[in-house]
């Protein structure tokens, strides 16, 4: 009994070891994945950490401009109070100022841009998407999007130009012919004013709006044109119910983006506007934007009150342009009606 067991018992343990090794490389892949899923919930954790910083960044960015703004201008605050918002003289030497001049030349300005370019973006981008043929379709839209390239000193020196003698000899005279009754084109026209500025804006921010409907337009499905011509709509009614109905948060998002760059556009305006501090109802007058008084006069500021007006003119600047996209924010409401938008 002893001799036969004895062979047997280190057949055993060989036995035995080789499943215990066979078992230990069954557990090791799970130890890994263990391990591994461990890690890879750190990396995870770590990854959403950074994200949430950086949304709270921005966060922190626009407080601290706001509070930047708020401390330098507070000289200005403590001598003007609210009145610096609503009042007309602007005299450094004086030391009399108010930003109610400048805060009506941004916003006639952005008016005219939006009135002249949004129709415009929109047709292009209409004809681009629907009507265009082809071969023309790309050269067309790259020289669209580059107008957004161009420098604003580049755009500033055309108007100075070209655009001012337009509107002083040949548009000038039109508008007052056909549109003096209305009292927006009455006094001298020199060429150079808010009218001038309003163009030059339009032409900037063309691309930006032209852009963005024309994405938004493509990613309109061909099952909605479809639709709209097979219950025997024209092209036109295709357009416009099949495809700018299905667009138009988007076109609105546009424009906000194009009221954007029109509020805070400095250099061009400030070359044709007139660089004066009055209020006038007529477009030749001369104007001054809230973003171009800064750049004009910031170098030139000599004491304390007078650099703290500036500063609260870049305050205001940034009051109009949050009111102002609130006020989009509520157009684009009122357009959806609070409903979430459509997915195709």
Same mark, same amino acid.
């Given at each position: 009994?002893?001799?036969?067991?004895?062979?047997?018992?280190?057949?055993?343990?060989?036995?035995?070891?080789?499943?215990?090794?066979?078992?230990e490389e069954a557990q090791?892949?799970?130890?890994?994945?263990?391990?591994?899923?461990?890690?890879?919930?750190?990396?995870?954790?770590?990854?959403?950490?950074?994200?949430? &910083?950086? +949304?709270?960044?921005?966060?922190?960015?626009?407080?601290?401009?706001?509070?930047?703004?708020?401390?330098?201008?507070?000289?200005?605050?403590?001598?003007?109070?609210?009145?610096?918002?609503?009042?007309?003289?602007?005299?450094?030497?004086?030391?009399?100022?108010?930003?109610?001049?400048?805060?009506?030349?941004?916003?006639?300005?952005?008016?005219?841009?939006?009135?002249? +370019?949004?129709?415009?973006?929109?047709?292009?981008?209409?004809?681009?998407?629907?009507?265009?043929?082809?071969?023309?379709? +790309?050269?067309?839209?790259?020289?669209?999007?580059?107008?957004?390239?161009?420098?604003? *000193?580049?755009?500033? &020196?055309?108007?100075?130009?070209?655009?001012?003698?337009?509107?002083?000899?040949?548009?000038?005279?039109?508008?007052?012919?056909?549109?003096?009754?209305?009292?927006?084109?009455?006094?001298?026209?020199?060429?150079?004013?808010?009218?001038?500025?309003?163009?030059?804006?339009?032409i900037m921010i063309l691309?930006?709006?032209?852009?963005?409907?024309?994405?938004?337009?493509?990613?309109?499905?061909?099952?909605?044109?479809?639709?709209? &011509?097979?219950?025997? +709509?024209?092209?036109?009614?295709?357009?416009?119910?099949? *495809?700018?109905?299905?667009?138009?948060?988007?076109?609105?998002?546009?424009?906000?983006?194009?009221?954007?760059?029109?509020?805070?556009?400095?250099?061009?305006?400030?070359?044709?506007?007139?660089?004066?501090?009055?209020?006038?109802?007529?477009?030749?007058?001369?104007?001054?934007?809230?973003?171009?008084?800064?750049?004009?006069?910031?170098?030139?500021?000599?004491?304390?009150?007078?650099?703290s007006a500036l500063i609260?003119?870049?305050?205001?600047?940034?009051?109009?342009?949050?009111?102002?996209?609130?006020?989009?924010? &509520?157009?684009?409401?009122?357009?959806?009606?609070?409903?979430?938008?459509?997915?195709?």
């Amino acid at each position: 009994m002893n001799v036969n067991s004895s062979p047997s018992g280190p057949a055993n343990g060989m036995q035995e070891n080789t499943v215990t090794g066979v078992a230990e490389e069954a557990q090791s892949p799970v130890r890994k994945f263990l391990l591994g899923r461990g890690s890879s919930g750190m990396a995870d954790g770590v990854f959403a950490g950074l994200m949430m &910083l950086c +949304a709270l960044s921005i966060f922190l960015i626009v407080a601290f401009i706001f509070r930047e703004l708020v401390v330098s201008s507070r000289p200005s605050l403590r001598a003007f109070g609210f009145s610096f918002f609503i009042g007309q003289e602007w005299d450094p030497v004086s030391g009399e100022f108010g930003a109610l001049p400048f805060i009506f030349g941004t916003l006639v300005t952005s008016f005219l841009a939006l009135l002249m +370019a949004v129709p415009l973006a929109i047709g292009v981008a209409v004809f681009l998407t629907e009507m265009c043929p082809r071969p023309l379709r +790309a050269p067309i839209a790259f020289l669209t999007e580059l107008l957004a390239a161009i420098p604003s *000193v580049v755009y500033g &020196l055309w108007a100075i130009f070209v655009l001012v003698p337009i509107v002083r000899d040949d548009l000038g005279p039109l508008l007052i012919k056909w549109l003096g009754w209305t009292g927006f084109f009455d006094g001298y026209n020199l060429g150079v004013g808010l009218l001038t500025a309003g163009i030059v804006l339009a032409i900037m921010i063309l691309p930006v709006i032209s852009s963005i409907t024309r994405e938004v337009m493509l990613a309109v499905p061909n099952s909605q044109r479809e639709a709209a &011509l097979a219950l025997g +709509a024209t092209r036109w009614e295709m357009i416009r119910i099949g *495809v700018l109905r299905n667009a138009r948060i988007g076109i609105v998002g546009g424009i906000i983006l194009g009221l954007g760059r029109a509020l805070g556009e400095t250099m061009a305006v400030t070359m044709v506007i007139g660089n004066s501090p009055t209020i006038s109802r007529s477009l030749f007058a001369p104007g001054y934007t809230l973003a171009s008084v800064i750049a004009n006069e910031f170098s030139e500021a000599t004491g304390n009150l007078y650099l703290s007006a500036l500063i609260e003119v870049g305050l205001a600047l940034f009051i109009v342009t949050i009111i102002v996209n609130a006020i989009a924010r &509520l157009l684009v409401w009122a357009v959806t009606r609070g409903a979430p938008a459509r997915v195709h």
